[in-house]
């Protein structure tokens, strides 16, 4: 199983709009190296057999499927119903066009409900010629396991304060974007899981995503091989994550590629 990051941002991106200048704000990040320019948090996962799972459609999505060559997904997991993993959703009407076909996409009652009222039009029947979206909305339940484009999946609660949100485990790869605190059922979850996706948004605590020493608090439970961070902000720097990660934790970046064992 391949998993691309399509982008391992925060909400904002990396850089946020303004500056000195106007072209960016980038926080303690270096602007001369490119692992910094980091857009909105989603993830691809591929199968041998070629079905693709994406995870998350945020604003970015027509530039993140470009860059990695992304032309078809079989189905959309929604994490939660922010704008940085939802206001991409009109961008899938091209691959509608594409595939012929509308879009599985799962999430919980509440995040498609919210999907729904930002972009009814995607939840229509299809058109011919696919002018608008089409996404066939499928609810599932937090700790449900399900079957999706060709992948076993063991769906999961997290805490991000403001509303809760989807993780998931598929054999032996998690992804845990949008989190600030993870229940005891939820670690049990992830408990030997190999390769961990998992958000952290920067160096100091904050009210509602987990920050580096949280991170390598759960890391030190969960004791995975590898743990990779994602929904970065400005003051994660590339080179200052290089330096200071401790042992087996690392940066995500855009257009980054991980190989793990089919579920």
Not at 1 to 8: A, D, H, N, S, V
Not at 30 to 38: A, C, G, I, L
Request: proline content about 6%; aromatic content about 6%; glycine content about 10%.
């Amino acid at each position: 199983m391949e998993i691309t990051i399509l982008g391992c941002g925060s909400s904002s991106g990396v850089p946020l709009i303004g500056g000195t200048d106007g072209h960016g704000d980038w926080g303690v990040c270096d602007p001369h190296e490119p692992r910094n320019r980091r857009t909105r948090a989603s993830i691809a996962l591929q199968v041998a057999g070629g079905e693709t799972l994406l995870v998350d459609a945020g604003p970015d999505l027509r530039a993140q499927l470009l860059r990695v060559g992304l032309k078809q997904v079989d189905a959309l997991l929604l994490t939660h119903s922010h704008a940085d993993h939802i206001m991409g959703l009109d961008e899938m009407r091209t691959l509608n066009r594409l595939m012929q076909k509308a879009v599985p996409t799962f999430g919980t009652a509440l995040t498609l409900a919210d999907a729904a009222r930002r972009f009814d039009y995607a939840f229509r029947e299809p058109t011919p010629g696919f002018f608008r979206p089409a996404l066939t909305a499928i609810e599932v339940q937090l700790g449900q396991r399900l079957r999706i484009a060709g992948l076993e999946l063991q769906l999961f609660r997290q805490d991000h304060k403001v509303m809760d949100t989807l993780g998931f485990r598929a054999g032996s790869f998690g992804y845990s974007t949008d989190v600030v605190s993870l229940p005891e059922e939820s670690l049990s979850v992830l408990q030997g899981v190999d390769t961990w996706v998992v958000g952290c948004f920067g160096r100091k605590p904050h009210p509602v995503h987990a920050h580096v020493e949280r991170v390598a608090e759960w890391v030190a439970r969960l004791k995975p091989r590898r743990t990779i961070l994602t929904h970065m902000g400005s003051d994660l720097d590339w080179a200052w994550m290089q330096a200071n990660l401790p042992a087996g934790i690392e940066p995500a970046f855009d257009g980054m590629r991980i190989t793990v064992a089919e579920p």
